[in-house]
């Protein structure tokens, strides 16, 4: 994610390296015509993506219960994530870049959950735990049973986003290609605190393309084609309005419910295109854009010194 910010190359004019000892072989390279990037980088930018993640697997807690569902399933709902990030990087040789990503993320599902029937025995006649692990004695007819229901609950869920990376590329005349390799990860939280989770997420993504000259002194083009696949699993924990479902039951037991629900991305590969504009030698913009099942836009601007 983000895996193009910040990665200009020089061009004539441009400002001088702070290190000239990075990235390692960059003498060499120029000698022999290759762009040598200069060693640091700092961006700022944001993305945004938009795919299928069904539920894979979903819990439901009834007091200290946790019940399995295995019909539990997403229904024609979409995950979309926004990502403000800012971007750290260094080349430490003329073909490898480490970075590091940081800032903030938002995640929106609208799940449509299916789940079964259950029923509880008598076994929990004598105590059922409410709320905060205060245990009441309650009479109940057993057994109580919740009718299979389609719930319709929507998560919103903001927090920190983290990760790291290692891009590896080279280029041969006008011609280039990226091989970038990143791990991010993502803590949510709700703003009424009913639930949170977290996503992790892994993306490959080759990329192949072609650099050109600018008018003006300074000034350098860049364009490409690529794919990227991306293994990324999301759990959200929290709360069901179980008065939805049945007032009666809610009445005895509570209002809510917990859940557990682990999602995970249903198309791994999507097809990339994109551009950077390089300004005044050190300074870069990019947009990217993604097609397929999963879709997506990133764009950002970043400087080199």
Not at 135 to 143: A, G, K, R, Y
Not at 153 to 172: E, K, S, T
Not at 206 to 232: L, N
């Amino acid at each position: 994610m983000l895996a193009s910010i910040g990665l200009a190359e020089p061009v004539e004019g441009r400002t001088k390296p702070v290190l000239k000892e990075l990235p390692v072989g960059g003498d060499w390279a120029q000698e022999n015509e290759f762009h040598v990037p200069l060693a640091f980088g700092l961006g700022a930018g944001l993305a945004y993506f938009d795919q299928d993640m069904p539920v894979t697997s979903f819990e439901v807690g009834f007091g200290s219960r946790m019940l399995d569902s295995t019909d539990a399933a997403l229904v024609g709902r979409r995950s979309r994530d926004t990502l403000v990030m800012g971007r750290a990087d260094v080349w430490l040789l003329q073909f490898v870049n480490l970075y590091g990503v940081f800032g903030f993320a938002n995640s929106t599902m609208d799940y449509e959950l299916m789940v079964p029937a259950v029923a509880f025995d008598a076994g929990l006649r004598d105590q059922i735990e409410v709320i905060d692990g205060i245990s009441v004695p309650v009479d109940l007819e057993f057994p109580i049973r919740i009718p299979g229901e389609t719930i319709d609950f929507d998560q919103d869920l903001n927090g920190p986003v983290y990760g790291a990376g290692i891009l590896i590329g080279g280029d041969w005349r006008r011609f280039y290609g990226t091989l970038d390799l990143n791990y991010i990860r993502a803590e949510y939280d709700d703003s009424l605190g009913f639930a949170n989770g977290d996503l992790d997420s892994f993306t490959f993504t080759p990329r192949v393309g072609c650099h050109f000259d600018g008018p003006g002194q300074g000034s350098m083009g860049r364009v490409w084609v690529g794919t990227m696949y991306m293994d990324a699993e999301k759990e959200i924990r929290g709360e069901i309005p179980i008065r939805d479902l049945d007032p009666g039951i809610a009445d005895a037991i509570g209002d809510f419910v917990a859940f557990k629900a682990n999602s995970e991305v249903k198309s791994h590969w999507n097809f990339l295109i994109g551009g950077q504009w390089a300004i005044a030698g050190n300074w870069v913009m990019s947009l990217e854009g993604g097609f397929g099942d999963r879709e997506q836009v990133m764009g950002s601007i970043a400087t080199r010194f």
